[in-house]
């Protein structure tokens, strides 16, 4: 699956845990994640031991509670068209990404066009997994900033979910 849906497995008896890792029988559950860097970056998620056989992906522990976000209605939205969302864990909502940064520890992905009969909100979407209880540093381009922002999560997320927190860069000057 292509796009916003063809990220998340959720590996609930543990039938791709022995191909993936070579663990059989160590989880009774996983979800597995495909080639998100910022993923790989929670000590939790780890790569496959043949990473080419599995498209990058990262398998999560069953503690692990993975949630989809998708970031749209951005305004000045001509400005976001060719523009990729960069995504990286961070430790603290002190912290900040660096520009030295190496592509293997953000993840880039570049917006989706849901179609005609999606929300209009939707028309522009970027959507990721992210990891409830972590916090994440979400920045476009270069840095650009927006005037206007709509989060959609997952149906999934539950009031229990721990939360998911998001630094954004803000430009005093567009």
């Known amino acids: 699956m292509v796009g916003l849906k063809r990220d998340v497995i959720y590996d609930l008896d ?3 845990a022995g191909s ?3 663990n059989v029988g160590s989880r009774t559950s996983a979800t597995i994640v495909s080639g998100w860097n ?3 970056q929670d000590n939790r998620c780890l790569q ?3 990473p080419s056989l599995w498209d990058n992906a990262y398998m999560c522990d069953q503690n692990v509670i993975m949630r989809r976000v998708a970031f749209a209605n951005l305004l000045i939205q001509q400005n976001f068209k060719s523009q990729f969302i960069k995504v ?3 430790p603290d909502i002190q912290s900040t990404v660096g520009d030295s940064l190496l592509s293997t520890q953000f993840t880039t992905v570049g917006t989706q066009w ?4 999606a929300n209009p909100e939707y028309n522009m979407a ?3 997994p992210f990891i409830a209880g972590n916090i994440y540093q979400i920045w476009w381009g270069s840095g650009i900033d927006f005037a206007h922002l709509s989060l959609f999560t997952s149906r999934m997320f539950t009031a229990s979910d721990p939360g998911i927190i998001f630094v954004f860069n803000f430009t005093t000057g567009r």
């Open 114 to 117: 849901m179609g005609k009969e």
């Open 126 to 128: 970027y959507g990721l």
């Open 38 to 40: 910022h993923i790989g």
């Open 14 to 16: 543990a039938s791709f």
């Open 48 to 50: 496959s031991t043949q």
């Open 88 to 90: 990286s864990q961070i």
């Open 20 to 22: 993936f890792d070579g």
